[in-house]
């Protein structure tokens, strides 16, 4: 019998996910599911509880945990998997964001979504995202004495502004009442509107292969490069709309050489994936990437922001996660 361990982030959506968990558990009791409840603190971490529950060898029992928050907190778990091939995993979406939800369609009815967790036939298996900083710098660009930092992302990795956003949208105070509202488009706006006219640009160098070969770009004044796994980040801007989470491949948009008012323009378009033919719009498809800056830059996973780098490398592990109700 299925037992499912629910991970709640209390603080997910800005505490809307633990009026979630309380429907959720109505549901679980219902149906006379087999389940436990985890809620993290300030001394046992998502990364911890998640690290304890799926570190086990090859001839235990399969793991199923069930994350009730964000993309952060999905982000977060995905990083404590011990062994993948043990472990599957859903999302009940209760936070800010929700672009991982919103890729994958699923149903805003929680009774649907956990009689799909429990359905085995709609486990799917998604490519797993990998990035390495090569280098590491802290929050005033001053390096760091530690090795490549190994992270994993679900939906995207950026460099640059959308980092930068991020970075700055866990400070503003409207963020919590409008995730309440759903209304995270806006928090995401109101924190690059102030952005738009500071000058962050960099240099960068981007490798990759294609079907045509080894490719190397050079790109000088660029706001952002956003290397994606699904199509959605920042809370419903669809920068990537060809990605697909299972396809072995990653789709980035690279942003450069575009004035504060082009981007004003930009933004609607980016909303609804109708940016990628607009001018100083780059886009590409591969397997991998490096991506090299001429200074350090804030890079996010997911839009979990801990380093900024100059140095990343992007890759894949395809189809090494199992994931529920999808």
Not at 124 to 138: A, E, I, K, P, Q
Request: net charge negative.
């Amino acid at each position: 019998m299925m037992r499912f361990h629910f991970i709640v982030n209390p603080h997910g959506g800005s505490g809307r996910a633990i009026t979630v968990w309380r429907e959720v558990e109505r549901i679980a009791r219902l149906k006379n599911l087999d389940y436990s409840a985890q809620f993290p603190t300030d001394e046992y971490h998502v990364r911890d509880i998640v690290h304890d529950l799926t570190n086990r060898s090859e001839n235990d029992d399969d793991i199923y945990l069930v994350v009730v928050g964000g993309d952060g907190t999905l982000n977060v778990a995905i990083n404590g998997i011990v062994n993948f091939s043990k472990t599957f995993i859903g999302l009940i979406p209760a936070g800010s964001g929700n672009d991982f939800a919103r890729a994958n369609n699923l149903p805003q009815e929680l009774e649907t979504l956990l009689e799909r967790m429990i359905d085995t036939s709609r486990i799917r298996n998604l490519d797993l995202g990998v990035v390495t900083l090569n280098t590491c710098f802290d929050d005033l660009g001053h390096p760091l004495e530690m090795s490549a930092k190994r992270l994993y992302f679900n939906n995207a990795v950026g460099v640059g502004f959308d980092a930068d956003v991020c970075v700055r949208i866990s400070h503003i105070k409207l963020k919590n009442k409008l995730a309440m509202l759903h209304l995270s488009k806006l928090a995401y706006l109101g924190a690059a509107l102030p952005l738009f006219f500071k000058k962050r640009r960099f240099d960068m160098e981007m490798t990759y292969q294609d079907e045509n070969g080894s490719n190397r770009q050079l790109f000088s004044d660029v706001l952002f490069a956003a290397v994606m796994n699904q199509p959605y980040e920042g809370g419903g801007f669809k920068f990537s709309p060809d990605a697909i989470a299972d396809d072995a491949q990653l789709d980035t948009c690279v942003a450069a050489g575009i004035s504060s008012s082009q981007l004003l323009n930009l933004i609607p378009r980016a909303m609804m994936g109708k940016h990628t033919h607009c001018k100083g719009i780059t886009m590409s498809q591969s397997d991998s990437y490096r991506i090299r800056t001429n200074h350090p830059v804030w890079v996010h996973t997911d839009g979990e922001v801990e380093y900024r780098t100059n140095d990343i490398s992007v890759s894949l592990v395809p189809g090494a996660i199992q994931f529920l109700g999808l």
